[in-house]
């Protein structure tokens, strides 16, 4: 069965200082790599895709990375409107052409001014 | 600009009263899901329409039941509402190409009193 662990769990940072979230991963053939960024009471926003290993993706303060095993999203001098919760889900094998995903329980990122 | 839109944002219903939440969405995505998300929890697959083909997950209760009567639109039925089912409600879609990305709504809060 495929499994999804992230960590931290929270993790509270000051402003400008870089830090890296994990996502560890089990799944029998990886058909992707996704990451959402989640802000209280709201749906996830999607961030990035990635599908292969040594696969690196940006967007401004945000670079997402992919190895075999566990995928990071390197967080680079953030701001306070950085603060959410990341989640990282895999694309589990889709029946009849529809994709499911499998969530990570989230990394709650805390930027203090 | 809205892509998925679900309604209410709040709902709030008692023990025992039908509720019905909606979805709709304007990617023209074949596929549409729908998760539950209690608090600081990774949000649950509850079932998914591939175009008009009803998947259930084998955990999802009798009590939450779908339908979705074009490709825009999608319902969640909540036929007989616990305290248990007090959560934030997402509707996402998805295109039907393998490691295509999920775009999710905002979310319909459940209150269950």
């Known amino acids: 069965e495929d499994q999804v662990t992230q960590s931290p769990e929270a993790l509270r940072l000051q402003e400008g200082e870089s830090s890296s979230l994990n996502c560890s991963y089990t799944?029998?053939?990886?058909?992707?790599l996704f990451w959402y960024r989640q802000d209280p009471g709201k749906g996830p926003e999607f961030l990035f895709t990635?599908?292969?290993a040594g696969e690196e993706k940006e967007k401004e303060r945000l670079k997402a990375t992919l190895t075999k095993k566990e995928s990071f999203l390197h967080i680079t001098a953030p701001k306070p409107e950085d603060s959410a919760t990341y989640l990282c889900?895999?694309?589990?094998?889709?029946?009849?052409?529809?994709?499911?995903?499998?969530f990570g329980q989230g990394t709650r990122l805390t930027i203090n001014p | 600009d809205a892509m998925v839109i679900q309604n209410p944002r709040y709902q709030v219903t008692q023990f025992g009263k039908p509720v019905t939440l909606s979805c709709s969405q304007t990617?023209?995505?074949?596929?549409m899901y729908w998760y539950q998300q209690k608090s600081s929890q990774a949000p649950k697959l509850l079932f998914h329409?591939?175009?008009?083909?009803?998947?259930n997950e084998a955990d999802t209760p009798d009590n939450f039941q779908s339908r979705r009567p074009n490709t825009s639109f999608c319902f969640l039925d909540i036929r007989s509402p616990g305290l248990g089912d007090a959560a934030m409600y997402l509707c996402?879609?998805?295109?039907?190409?393998?490691?295509?990305?999920?775009?999710f709504g905002p979310g319909t809060r459940l209150t269950v009193t």
């Open positions: 996402a879609t998805s295109s039907t190409r393998f490691g295509r990305e999920q775009y």
């Open positions: 799944v029998s053939g990886l058909r992707g």
């Open positions: 990635l599908y292969s």
């Open positions: 889900a895999v694309q589990e094998r889709s029946v009849q052409g529809a994709q499911k995903l499998v």
């Open positions: 990617l023209n995505h074949n596929v």
């Open positions: 329409y591939y175009d008009k083909d009803f998947n």
